[in-house]
């Protein structure tokens, strides 16, 4: 299992753009890939689940992914979100 | 005529033909059914021409608002296709052994109802998107057709609500402008009509009489006029014809080059006050920021502003402007700027007296914390600092102990910073005499014309009785900017100039042949200046 946090920088926090974005990239995963916000977790290849997080500006979420090719996974998924 | 009041959405002006738009809305009819199997495979065929249709209204945006915006038409098929919401609608089906609408409306109602519930303004507004989506599968479910997006006539769209997907439907030719009732400044369909460039109202009750009226939109005030006189559509139609010169200049001059006819480059950059006056810089296409007047940090506040305020004004200021050359004057507080906590004395004669880099010289600890702010920030973008109101050679090189001990300070603790270009404000005439030695000590020179005025003129800015031999064309100015703009070359100097004259259109072709490398103006003259510009032939 893999997992790693990051930092919402965009204004509007995971908007719907970057929201989608982000669930296209995980969709591309083999791995299962959940997103996490405080105390709430969800399917991060589910749009709603994503946006349900409503996650601000500023905030923290933690991605885990855990699949046959996590490490190469996470790799992808963390410098995508580098840029959220 | 009646006269009404919203938000504005778009800066613009709108007359015209008022269409009130009514949503085919029809009540979805819960219906019994026993074969599930059909109802469910009608459902999975609703839902692919769902996503058929989003990725057409997807091309269409992307032409007609760009690729960032058109986006939401891309996370409208995720939603039409996310597992949830799927998995909801065909258990409702199943279980309750119903029709495809009906489980669809009811979906659509229990997720739009999840972000109705939201803290978070922006993620309340998305209620509005989830409907969206869910009208669009009834509607394909029940063969309806969007009949109501086939503009005749030019017309003013009043609704009570419009969703994304209707907005970007419509003839963008034929839309002049829209007025909804429900629709915060959030919603996507706001964020739309400011790309597509359409004025729009929120905020208004609407009435159904209003259908056939003739209506003036006024999106500089937020003012909506129904039955609109002569006198009141001519007094528009003249602000709307400036608008649309302006608007043309913006179209047509946009991501082109400062440059003359024979190939001499300018750098044309901007003028702000404060963070949020970065928009209207990109907006305007300026290819960078002249002057950041630092002073708002500290007159918005009630005590010094730390380090860590600043310096996320900075890089948030820096970061925006994403590589381009962004110039902060330090602090340039005293005579007609006073901030109360500063606890200066009254002085006859303040143009005169004691501010600006006086002041950051004496009281180092303020100058300090703002030389840190800046240096940290460097490292986020193309950060220059500029000092202002100098006049000899010795404060510039205290200036420069100060930022080299700034930079060790940084680099002992392991904070990095980037490199920063140094320069000052030409706007004494002490500093024009000197401007061969100063020119010496840093990268560039910055001329503020306004300062410099009254100082060579001895006119003080303020007393309006001597507006009327207030020169600002005076043949002294301009002779102390030519030998500034020489004796900076002559030191590998860069010369611009961040004053009012800067702007004046009048002088711009004398600027240029004197020589000067940099013109920063208000936002609003950028595309003016670069018309100019475009047509200066040198030779």
Redesign the interface.
């Known amino acids: 299992m893999q997992k790693f946090t990051f930092k919402v920088k965009d204004e509007l926090g995971l908007h719907a753009r970057p929201a989608g974005e982000l669930v296209k990239e995980a969709v591309k995963c083999s791995s299962k890939v959940t997103i996490r916000k405080g105390d709430k977790t969800g399917d991060a290849k589910r749009i709603f689940n994503v946006m349900g997080l409503s996650v601000k500006s500023g905030e923290e979420v933690e991605i885990t992914v855990e699949g046959e090719n996590e490490e190469a996974e996470a790799a992808e998924l963390k410098k995508f979100t580098e840029n959220i | 005529m009646e006269k009404l009041t919203g938000k504005s959405i778009l800066k613009g002006i709108a007359i015209g033909k008022i269409l009130f738009y009514q949503k085919d809305e029809q009540a979805v009819k819960r219906v019994k059914t026993e074969d599930t199997k059909a109802e469910i495979e009608r459902y999975v065929n609703a839902r692919k021409e769902a996503v058929l249709q989003l990725n057409e209204l997807y091309k269409k945006a992307v032409k007609e608002v760009g690729e960032?915006n058109a986006?939401?038409f891309?996370?409208h098929a995720?939603?039409v296709e996310?597992?949830?919401?799927v998995d909801s609608i065909v258990n409702i089906i199943e279980t309750q052994q119903v029709n495809a609408e009906y489980a669809v409306a009811v979906t659509g109602d229990n997720?739009s109802k999840?972000?109705a519930e939201?803290?978070?303004d922006?993620?309340k507004a998305?209620a509005a998107?989830v409907k969206d989506i869910s009208e669009r599968i009834i509607n394909i479910l029940s063969g309806n057709k969007n009949s109501g997006n086939n503009l005749k006539e030019p017309v003013i769209i009043v609704a009570d609500d419009l969703a994304p997907s209707e907005t970007v439907q419509m003839d963008k030719e034929k839309l002049l402008a829209f007025v909804t009732e429900h629709g915060s400044s959030?919603s996507?369909t706001a964020i739309l009509a400011r790309t597509m460039n359409i004025p729009a109202l929120t905020g208004i009750s609407i009435s159904k009489e209003w259908d056939g009226k003739i209506a003036v939109l006024d999106g500089y005030t937020g003012t909506l006029y129904i039955d609109a006189g002569k006198d009141t559509i001519d007094k528009f139609k003249k602000r709307q014809d400036e608008d649309i010169k302006s608007r043309e200049l913006l179209q047509n001059l946009k991501g082109k080059e400062d440059i003359t006819l024979d190939g001499r480059k300018i750098k044309l950059y901007a003028n702000i006050g404060s963070v949020k006056d970065v928009a209207n810089v990109l907006a305007n296409d300026a290819a960078g920021i002249g002057l950041f007047r630092s002073e708002f940090l500290y007159l918005e506040t009630n005590d010094y502003p730390d380090e860590e305020s600043q310096f996320t004004a900075y890089k948030t200021v820096a970061e925006n402007m994403a590589g381009k050359k962004v110039i902060v004057r330090t602090l340039d507080i005293g005579a007609d700027k006073q901030a109360d906590y500063f606890n200066l004395d009254h002085e006859d004669n303040p143009a005169m007296g004691y501010r600006a880099i006086r002041i950051c010289l004496e009281r180092t600890d303020i100058f300090k914390t703002q030389l840190r702010a800046l240096l940290r920030a460097s490292a986020f973008g193309n950060i220059s600092i500029m000092f202002p109101m100098i006049i000899s050679v010795n404060e510039v090189k205290r200036i420069k102990e100060i930022v080299k001990s700034v930079k060790a300070e940084l680099s002992q603790e392991g904070i990095p910073y980037g490199d920063t270009e140094l320069g000052i404000m030409i706007e004494t005439p002490a500093a024009v005499m000197i401007s061969d030695l100063l020119a010496q000590e840093v990268d560039f020179f910055s001329i503020g014309t306004n300062d410099l005025t009254q100082y060579t003129l001895a006119i003080d800015r303020q007393n309006m009785k001597l507006d009327n031999i207030y020169d600002s064309h005076h043949p002294a100015v301009l002779r102390m900017i030519q030998m500034t703009v020489e004796n900076g070359h002559k030191h590998g100097c860069w010369v611009g100039i961040c004053g009012e004259l800067g702007a004046d259109t009048e002088l711009t072709e004398d600027f240029v042949r004197m020589g000067i490398d940099e013109l920063s103006v208000s936002p609003s003259f950028v595309l003016p200046i670069r018309k100019i510009i475009r047509n200066i032939k040198m030779e």
Not at chain 2, 82 to 85: A, F, L, Q
């Open positions: 960032m986006a939401v891309e996370v995720m939603m996310d597992g949830d919401y997720f999840m972000f939201m803290d978070d922006y993620f998305r998107d959030n996507h």
